[in-house]
């Protein structure tokens, strides 16, 4: 009863319990380039993030619908004999699982791997924790909490002693891009052998990765880091610093684009100073250099220092609220936007996918389904 009408993933069915964001977001994502998702949801709640507003568009909350386009919604209640039937039905003949329940959760309906390996041994079946499924299984997945204690707010913030969290669900945004990957490399792996395998994906590790070069010195060589504001640990100027109207960002990566900037800013005699030669000297002088570049910076707006600038190699350009961001993609031919029609008919603009392909680019051919729109359908392919 496949529905997916093209794409890299079509014909591939991907049973998704998952909820929330991490699980959902890939899901999506595979949903976008032509597998058939399902969407198992409890059949009076739903998806947590159902009820996840203001802000909502269409009646329904603007959080669900970020993720979950292109998907079909079957509710099912897994204590009930019947739809747990229909569930394990639906897994025999699924090609991928999501789940992100607590570990040990999907065990307690005969679901957990061990034991769907014994009825579909070529099943990919993911598993996304907060913790890991060993000592850390009890512990509550929540991304503020994974960036709290896996360190990301030890460095991001305006001040040391000043913590903040990243402006989004940035933990399990990258949990679900790390899950997408894992999940389509044991694809691959199942196309080659026949054999499926478990994906195990874990907020905490994928931030540890994601932190990279400030995971890497710390591993590498036992620095660790604290909050520096804007600025960055390793390359100098390359911060928020304040134009004539608004912050403007200047990301310097280089000797040469440093000497640009001097020249756009009329002060060729810094790229001269001995402590600003090279970018190890600009690192160990930042807050010198920091005032110099604000006070020559305070002669223009950003957008005139940006249209003076950029044009002579140096990265730099406007702190955008989302709608200039928008804005600033829609120009540059970048389409971000994905239209679907809504329920009423009306449009929905949901965010693109932002997966370029020549041959078979991502589609949207689906809203983000209401809670249980497909169930009868679904319930009668799987009973046939």
């Known amino acids: 009863m496949s529905t997916a009408s093209g794409g ?102 005969g679901l957990g791997h061990d034991r769907v390996r014994e009825f579909n041994p070529g099943l990919v079946y993911c598993s996304v924790t907060g913790f890991g499924a060993g000592a850390g299984a009890a512990l509550p997945g929540y991304d503020l909490l994974v960036q709290a204690v896996g360190g990301l707010m030890s460095v991001t913030g305006p001040a040391p002693g000043q913590p903040v969290k990243a402006g989004a669900a940035l933990v399990d945004v990258l949990t679900g891009l790390h899950a997408t990957i894992g999940v389509l490399a044991a694809l691959r792996h199942r196309e080659a052998t026949g054999e499926g395998q478990h994906v195990e994906v874990d907020l905490l590790s994928c931030l540890l990765s994601s932190l990279v070069n400030q995971s890497g010195g710390y591993t590498l060589a036992g620095q660790v880091p604290g909050i520096l504001g804007n600025r960055h640990p390793s390359i100098a100027p390359y911060e928020v610093l304040p134009a004539k109207d608004r912050p403007l960002v200047v990301a310097v990566g280089n000797d040469r684009q440093f000497r640009a900037l001097c020249q756009g800013l009329d002060a060729p005699h810094l790229a001269d100073d001995p402590r600003f030669a090279t970018n190890t000297d600009r690192v160990a002088h930042v807050d010198e250099l920091a005032p110099l570049l604000r006070e020559s910076l305070s002669a223009r707006t950003a957008a005139e220092w ?75 392919w799987l009973d046939s």
Not at 370 to 380: N, Q, S
């Open 8 to 109: 890299p993933l079509a014909g591939v069915l991907v049973a998704d319990f998952g909820r929330v964001l991490a699980a959902p977001y890939a899901t999506m994502l595979l949903a976008d380039l032509g597998a058939d998702v399902i969407k198992v949801e409890h059949p009076v709640t739903g998806d947590d993030t159902r009820a996840w507003g203001p802000p909502h568009a269409q009646g329904e909350a603007t959080y669900f619908l970020s993720v979950n386009r292109n998907k079909r919604s079957l509710a099912l209640d897994l204590r009930d004999e019947r739809d747990l039937r229909t569930a394990t039905e639906l897994v025999r003949r699924a090609d991928v699982l999501f789940e992100n329940f607590r570990p040990g959760t999907m065990d307690k309906y």
């Open 306 to 380: 940006s249209d003076r600038l950029t044009p002579l190699g140096v990265p730099c350009g406007p702190v955008n609220d989302l709608a200039q961001a928008f804005d600033l993609a829609e120009r540059l031919g970048l389409g971000p936007r994905a239209t679907v029609t809504g329920p009423d008919g009306a449009p929905m603009d949901l965010v693109a996918n932002p997966i370029g392909l020549s041959g078979s680019p991502p589609r949207y051919e689906r809203r983000p389904p209401r809670l249980g729109e497909h169930t009868e359908d679904i319930r009668a």
